[in-house]
């Protein structure tokens, strides 16, 4: 089960279509679970943004997790990473690589050139999940593994995985690892 929480107010509609993307993509329930606080230590003062790897890290979990269940946490607000070898760069969201959760931000969508927040966040929604089984980034611009700072991202709003993506995450699924 991939269990949706959010940290931000988000209309009933968008976490519907949200859930329904992420269920469509994987074949797997997805459902919400319910509302959470972000960690008060996940505020990264210097960059005016919270630290996503901090916030997946350091969330308290109420739910109770089976081994094969997932949590990507939803939110509207700014995020930021430790710099990786070429600096800062945007983040979208974080996940557990091969782990149980994962972050996904609202932040910046429905502006000029990106998608609607609604297709924008199940898509980057269901790219985090995809790394949760350990899906790398995908060259297929249509994937929702493709990278989220890629032009082929806003070209292509739908939440779809090619098809060695989606065989990829099946074995995972079909295994209960990662």
């Not at 968008?14 to 992420?22: A, K, Q």
């Not at 008060?40 to 960059?47: M, N, R, S, V, Y």
């Not at 249509?142 to 991202?153: I, L, Q, S, Y």
């Amino acid at each position: 089960m991939i269990r949706i929480v959010t940290l931000s107010d988000f209309p009933p509609d968008v976490i519907d279509f949200v859930s329904r993307r992420i269920h469509a993509a994987y074949g797997m329930g997805c459902e919400l679970e319910g509302d959470g606080a972000v960690p008060k230590g996940a505020l990264d003062d210097e960059q005016s943004a919270y630290d996503a790897v901090k916030m997946v890290d350091e969330m308290d979990d109420d739910v109770t997790l089976y081994a094969d269940d997932k949590i990507i946490y939803l939110t509207k607000e700014a995020l930021t990473a430790p710099p990786g070898p070429m600096g800062l760069g945007p983040v979208a969201g974080y996940a557990q690589y091969g782990g149980g959760k994962a972050v996904a931000t609202a932040y910046g969508l429905g502006e000029k050139g990106l998608p609607s927040v609604e297709a924008g966040l199940a898509k980057r929604a269901a790219h985090y999940v995809g790394h949760l089984w350990d899906l790398h980034h995908c060259y297929d611009v249509r994937c929702a593994m493709h990278p989220g700072w890629a032009p082929g991202f806003a070209a292509y709003p739908e939440v779809a995985l090619c098809l060695f993506c989606r065989e990829k995450s099946e074995r995972k699924i079909k295994l209960g690892s990662g």
